[in-house]
T-cell receptor, first 113, second 114 residues
């Protein structure tokens, strides 16, 4: 098992463009989480899936953000019409159960110019 | 809503000294508590967790944490630190039987000096 993989590692985009990130969780983990981390802050929850069902979405998440996990395996996070305030590290994590803690990927660093 | 306060944003210590990183959470309901470590240019790794039972939990790399329900705290300790412990440490909490999301603190940057 190679852990949680995120692609790409870095993304630079112009303001107004759309971007999509991919996360491949540990195969036997049915829970998948997306977080965002900015400099000097802890990870901030965005959304989570149990299998293919999106069970919770942060109220802080604007409707420019959408996430999918179509077959209960990999997940994508799309940001439409990016803004400079979207610049952050986007973290994906997976877990087999509520009490197991998360395994995090290395993140995708987004820079909006 | 849950919140986590890590009282120190930076903690400098000398090698082989003891260290305590402080964490307080807001809710008085039953919770699960976690500490994660983030080494430079790496992802977050789970250090230890408290679910129930004994209030003293041991984790990897010689770290331990003590759950104190009355003070809503979960402080992380190590009796003797190494240079390699230099990293950022995050405390996180989730509600027992509630939302499964973890709420993280802002982190404490531990710097171990020779």
């Amino acid at each position: 098992d190679t852990g949680v993989s995120q692609d790409p590692r870095h993304k630079i985009t112009k303001r107004g463009q759309n971007v999509t990130f991919r996360c491949d969780p540990i195969s036997e983990h049915n829970r998948l989480y997306w977080y965002r981390q900015t400099l000097g802050q802890g990870p901030e929850f965005l959304t989570y899936f149990q299998n293919e069902a999106q069970l919770e979405k942060s109220r802080l998440l604007s409707d420019r953000f959408s996430a999918e996990r179509p077959k209960g395996s990999f997940s994508t996070l799309e940001i439409q019409r990016t803004e400079q305030g979207d610049s952050a590290m986007y973290l994906c994590a997976s877990s087999p159960g509520e009490t197991d803690g998360y395994t995090f990927g290395s993140g995708t660093r987004l820079t909006v110019v | 809503a849950q919140s986590v306060t890590q009282l120190d944003s930076q903690v400098p210590v000398f090698e082989e000294a003891p260290v305590e990183l402080r964490c307080n959470y807001s809710s008085s309901v039953s919770v699960y508590l976690f500490w994660y470590v983030q080494y430079p240019n790496q992802g977050l790794q789970l250090l230890l967790k408290y679910l129930s039972g004994s209030t003293l939990v041991k984790g990897i790399n010689g770290f331990e944490a003590e759950f104190n329900k009355s003070q809503t705290s979960f402080h992380l300790r190590k009796p003797s630190v190494h240079i390699s412990d230099t990293a950022e440490y995050f405390c996180a909490v989730s509600d027992w039987g509630g939302s499964e999301k973890l709420v993280f603190g802002k982190g404490t940057k531990l710097t171990v000096n020779p």
